[in-house]
């Protein structure tokens, strides 16, 4: 029988079962990103000739490059604000709450913010983030900027490429001579936009550990 197989449980000790691994789980992440954090303060990735933490995680770790960019940024807020490492390896938090939290961590907030964000879904704590730091509305502005022949060949390239042309861009509509038209929205577009390139491209110096 293979030790995946479940077929064999009774319902309760399924339920059993699940419930102590998601623990181990926990733990276990909360030490792995311990781990991540020294290795990142030590620079250690230099000795393996790695340049950034990122590609000693993608390349060496066989880590995905998402994975590997919301570790290091879980990793490094983690080590300026120890107090995530428990809450991690209990469960009151998980990655993408602390991921949401990081911008606004300071000493004077990090221990209100983390106990309030605790078992909260990333709505929730969007909401509470949105409570507690509100940021006026930003009107809409279109300005006119002046082409030049190396801007225009870089949108080219950009726009014809297949993968951002397939992904469903914040506020794009359709795109027109290879150039994208788009309905731009108050306030998050650029932030936005930025962060889907980012995930599209991985560029290695995004968390690179040259200060």
């Known amino acids: ?4 197989s479940r077929s064999h449980l009774t319902d ?10 998601l623990s181990q789980h926990h733990a276990t992440t909360a030490t792995l990103l311990a781990d991540l954090a020294e290795v990142d303060h030590r620079k250690l990735y230099r000795q393996a000739a790695y340049d950034s933490m990122f590609e ?3 390349r060496e770790l066989h880590m995905s490059e ?32 602390v991921l949401l939290l990081a911008p606004h961590l300071t000493p004077a907030t990090a221990d ?19 409570g507690r ?8 502005r279109v300005q006119a900027v002046a082409a030049s022949p190396g801007r225009t060949k870089n949108c080219i390239s950009i726009c014809s490429n297949s993968r951002i042309r397939k992904t469903k861009l914040p506020g794009l509509i359709s795109f ?11 306030g998050i577009f650029l932030r936005e936009l930025c962060w889907t390139f980012l995930k599209l491209t991985y560029e290695p110096w995004a968390v690179s550990g040259r200060k």
Not at 115 to 125: F, L, N, P, Q
Request: charge should be positive; hydrophobic fraction near 45%; glycine fraction near 4%.
């Open 56 to 58: 000693y995680c993608v």
């Open 112 to 130: 209100d913010l983390l106990a309030a964000a605790a078992h909260r879904t990333k709505s929730e704590v969007g909401l509470l983030i949105a």
């Open 1 to 4: 029988m293979s030790s995946f």
């Open 12 to 21: 309760q000790s399924l339920l059993r079962d699940l419930a102590s691994h």
């Open 176 to 186: 027109r001579n290879d150039f994208p038209i788009w309905a731009i929205p108050n």
């Open 133 to 140: 730091f509100p940021r006026p509305d930003v009107p809409t």
């Open 66 to 97: 998402e994975t590997a960019l919301r570790r290091i940024r879980v990793a490094r807020t983690a080590r300026q604000f120890p107090a995530i490492f428990p809450a991690l390896g209990d469960g009151r938090l998980n990655l993408t709450a």
